[in-house]
DNA sequence: CAGTGATCATAG
DNA sequence: CTATGATCACTG
């Protein structure tokens, strides 16, 4: 598809400026009138506009390039609406994983942000692509986001996954990631025991891309 | 009214 | 169930 992450960059920066009714128009999708039933339908209109690899695989959006791609919900304030899911947290078996070879540090290692401003209650149609950017994390990222992760991975270590709450984590923080209340799925419980919980994943928060934005476009 | 906890669609 | 894509909606 693309030959360099230049080429990416570029076709993104050729959807700035459209609202996502040109950009559905375009690749022949139908709006859907709210996000209530289709949350992620954004990030898909992207991703089949930019040529990224569907379905669902544990990957990068493009794995040739070793990026992931990421839409960020701005609203007219200029302000990110919402926080951004990165990955599922692995809450058994994770003994093994280090900041290195974790999922968080392989997802965040390049992300191409492409913002879409529109308030909550604007309609989907009318809202319009921003400049996209290139993320690599600064020493300084990387190193509140490596903090984060690891204190979130040794209370998972240490059995106390259901004490975790989402105030945890300056910039990445855990949250339940699921289809509903009633999923479960094992993790490690108290005394080394075997649990079922609800799923969780790591998320950004949004004060952190908020960053992220004014780092790229105000600076 | 921001932020946490809950939820939706789809593929495998 | 897990993965992908996220936003919804209740509550403090």
Known sequence: MYQNIDELVHAANQLAGLTLAELAERCGIMIPSSLRREK????????FALGASAGSKPQQDFPELGVELKTLPIANNGIPLESTFVCTAPLLHQQKITWETSSVHHKLSAVLWIPVF???QQDI??????????????????????????EIMELIALGKVESISARHGEALQLRPKAANGQSLTP??????TIIQTRPR????????????????FYL
Do not use: C, V
């Open 40 to 47: 992620g339908w954004i990030g898909q209109l992207l991703e």
């Open 201 to 216: 994943g790591f998320y950004l928060r949004s004060s952190f891309t908020r960053e992220l934005l004014h780092m790229q």
């Open 118 to 120: 529109g308030d909550r």
């Open 187 to 192: 993790a490690i419980g108290g005394e080394g």
């Open 125 to 150: 149609a009318s809202r319009m692509i921003g400049n996209p950017w290139l993320w690599h994390p600064t020493a300084e990222q990387e190193k509140i986001i490596r903090q984060d992760w690891e």
